[in-house]
């Protein structure tokens, strides 16, 4: 795996879905801004970024309490 972090100046944002659903998939997506590198998965993306100081968030529970 990739080491991520201030150790590795990368951070990563992944982006998956339980169910095949294009339209939260693009809506989660708009809201990063574009990545200089992005691995695609059958689920959805991760985009990888420059680490600068940044705490952990997690989105789960954010995603998991918007209605579409």
């Known amino acids: 795996g990739l080491v991520?972090?201030?150790v590795s100046n990368l951070i990563?944002?992944?982006v998956d879905v339980e169910i095949e659903d294009?339209?939260?998939?693009?809506?989660a997506l708009s809201l990063l801004?574009?990545?200089?590198c992005v691995?695609?998965?059958s689920k959805g993306e991760?985009?990888?970024?420059?680490?600068n100081n940044e705490s952990n968030i997690d989105f789960k529970n954010?995603?998991?309490k918007i209605t579409l």
Do not use: E, Q
Request: glycine fraction near 8%; charge should be positive.
């Open 33 to 36: 801004p574009p990545s200089p």
């Open 62 to 64: 954010l995603f998991n």
């Open 46 to 51: 991760t985009r990888f970024y420059r680490y």
């Open 22 to 27: 294009s339209k939260l998939v693009a809506m």
């Open 39 to 41: 691995k695609r998965g």
């Open 12 to 14: 990563a944002i992944d």
């Open 4 to 6: 991520c972090g201030k």
